[in-house]
């Protein structure tokens, strides 16, 4: 092969992969159309109740080192006695919810309605799946005698953890109100702003159970 065919073989080389889009250009695309810095997901309303919530989570947090600072033994010997394997399976389930709202946004946002719902309601199987195994989790803590006034370190558990409950309870009424709207026809690809918002409420309760299981069940 004479050199000046080398030089033409690899210009065209060049020239065909300079052509080629990037093949992550299309994830990168959808990624940030959903998360455009320069736009405020969800609306000023369920920010508004975002904040109080986290201000809430703040405050327990606090009352956990100011417990823990005054009773270090109660502090040490509780996580000892909690089920981690529970708390270790919510927090994956959590993760994986958190995981089916982003599938369920970016399936409307294709155009693909029946497979954001699909995705929304595992969304919601989840936070059930979640709320069964607390439950059962503070039946096994009965039976060993683990109660709300065993000691501070219990007080602190029961509390934080029955009011992140709740709000597991009230993030599933959020994402079912989301799903009968697409049902309905009102939510779409170009507009869905409440599936936004009660998204964003949804990945605060993760947020926040994140930094609730390491102190109550790992942190020693």
Same mark, same amino acid.
């Given at each position: 092969?004479?050199?000046?065919?080398?030089?033409?073989?690899?210009?065209?080389?060049?020239?065909?992969?300079?052509?080629?889009?990037?093949?992550?250009?299309?994830?990168?695309?959808?990624?940030?159309?959903?998360?455009?810095?320069?736009?405020?997901?969800?609306?000023?309303?369920?920010?508004?109740?975002?904040?109080?919530?986290?201000?809430?989570?703040?405050?327990?947090?606090?009352?956990?080192?100011?417990?823990?600072?005054?009773?270090?033994?109660?502090?040490?010997?509780?996580?000892?006695?909690?089920?981690?394997?529970?708390?270790?399976?919510? *927090?994956?389930?959590?993760?994986?919810?958190?995981?089916?709202?982003?599938?369920?946004?970016?399936?409307?946002?294709?155009?693909?309605?029946?497979?954001?719902?699909?995705?929304?309601?595992?969304?919601?199987?989840?936070?059930?799946?979640?709320?069964?195994?607390?439950?059962?989790?503070?039946?096994?803590?009965?039976?060993?005698?683990?109660?709300?006034?065993?000691?501070?370190?219990?007080?602190?558990?029961?509390?934080?953890?029955?009011?992140?409950?709740?709000?597991?309870?009230?993030?599933?009424?959020?994402?079912?109100?989301?799903? *009968?709207?697409?049902?309905?026809?009102?939510?779409?690809?170009?507009?869905?702003?409440?599936?936004?918002?009660?998204?964003?409420?949804?990945?605060?309760?993760?947020?926040?159970?994140?930094?609730?299981?390491?102190?109550?069940?790992?942190?020693?």
């Amino acid at each position: 092969m004479s050199t000046s065919d080398s030089h033409l073989r690899d210009s065209t080389l060049a020239l065909d992969l300079s052509s080629e889009s990037p093949p992550e250009s299309v994830p990168q695309d959808r990624l940030k159309q959903a998360f455009d810095p320069k736009v405020i997901p969800g609306n000023p309303a369920i920010w508004v109740g975002i904040f109080s919530e986290l201000t809430e989570f703040g405050i327990f947090f606090v009352i956990y080192f100011i417990a823990r600072a005054h009773y270090p033994e109660e502090f040490l010997e509780g996580p000892l006695q909690l089920h981690t394997t529970a708390g270790t399976i919510n *927090t994956l389930v959590l993760i994986t919810s958190s995981f089916f709202v982003v599938k369920g946004i970016f399936s409307l946002r294709d155009g693909k309605p029946d497979a954001a719902i699909r995705w929304l309601w595992g969304t919601v199987g989840a936070g059930i799946l979640y709320l069964i195994i607390k439950y059962w989790e503070y039946e096994w803590n009965v039976d060993k005698g683990i109660e709300v006034n065993s000691n501070n370190f219990f007080a602190v558990y029961y509390y934080t953890t029955f009011n992140h409950m709740l709000h597991v309870g009230w993030g599933s009424g959020g994402i079912i109100w989301a799903i *009968t709207q697409i049902k309905s026809g009102r939510y779409d690809a170009q507009n869905h702003s409440g599936l936004i918002a009660a998204a964003c409420y949804w990945h605060m309760i993760d947020l926040a159970w994140i930094m609730i299981f390491p102190l109550l069940y790992v942190l020693r």
